[in-house]
């Protein structure tokens, strides 16, 4: 399984680089892709509903079927990020891609997602390979300050996939 992690502040375009490359991924080499995301601002489990009057019951985690035959796993307990990876490595169903999105301190390859070209250095760390995001809709082609590739997922996306050798 690859692992990739997004990082970059709120609105920076992580979410957006996911879904693209996911569905681009899907398409042209029919990836199974996970996402693990970091929440900092808001719950995600709706309160009333049966899943959140579980979590607060005191469940470990809930597995949730919905009438789509989707479902939601709902942890309700403290989990190491790599023992997360670990149970989907371990788990029933076959990952070629693991996006991991807004947990700063790993050590996987990540893409910087920023906004404006000066967010790049406050954020930037030896992980980064790649520098994504809203920045890709201006011209950026002029910008040589590190030697790290900046791009427009729609424009350049064979070379995320040279980046994180995916074929």
Same mark, same amino acid.
């Given at each position: 399984?690859?692992?990739? !992690?997004?990082?970059?502040?709120?609105?920076?375009?992580?979410?957006?680089?996911?879904?693209?490359?996911?569905?681009?991924?899907?398409?042209?080499?029919?990836? !199974?892709?996970?996402?693990?995301?970091?929440?900092?601002?808001?719950?995600?489990?709706?309160?009333?509903?049966?899943? #959140?009057?579980?979590?607060?019951?005191?469940?470990?985690? !809930?597995?949730?079927?919905?009438?789509?035959?989707?479902?939601?796993?709902?942890?309700?307990?403290?989990?190491?990020?790599?023992?997360?990876?670990?149970?989907?490595?371990?788990?029933?169903?076959?990952?070629?891609?693991?996006?991991?999105?807004?947990?700063?301190?790993?050590? #996987?390859?990540?893409?910087?997602?920023?906004?404006?070209?000066?967010?790049?250095?406050?954020?930037?760390?030896?992980?980064?390979?790649?520098?994504?995001?809203?920045?890709?809709?201006?011209?950026?082609?002029?910008?040589?300050?590190?030697?790290?590739?900046?791009?427009?997922?729609?424009?350049?996306?064979?070379?995320?996939?040279?980046?994180?050798?995916? !074929?």
């Amino acid at each position: 399984m690859k692992i990739i !992690s997004l990082i970059g502040y709120s609105g920076s375009g992580k979410t957006h680089f996911i879904v693209n490359a996911t569905r681009r991924l899907k398409n042209q080499f029919n990836y !199974s892709i996970a996402v693990i995301k970091n929440v900092h601002k808001h719950q995600i489990d709706e309160r009333g509903k049966d899943s #959140y009057k579980f979590s607060e019951a005191g469940v470990s985690y !809930s597995v949730i079927k919905n009438i789509n035959n989707e479902i939601g796993i709902f942890f309700k307990c403290e989990f190491d990020i790599q023992e997360l990876i670990n149970w989907l490595l371990k788990g029933p169903l076959k990952i070629d891609l693991l996006f991991i999105e807004g947990f700063r301190n790993l050590t #996987y390859p990540a893409i910087l997602c920023v906004k404006e070209l000066t967010d790049i250095k406050s954020q930037l760390i030896k992980e980064v390979k790649l520098i994504s995001g809203k920045v890709n809709s201006k011209n950026v082609d002029d910008f040589s300050a590190i030697d790290i590739p900046i791009i427009n997922l729609d424009k350049d996306f064979n070379i995320f996939l040279d980046v994180f050798h995916i !074929s």
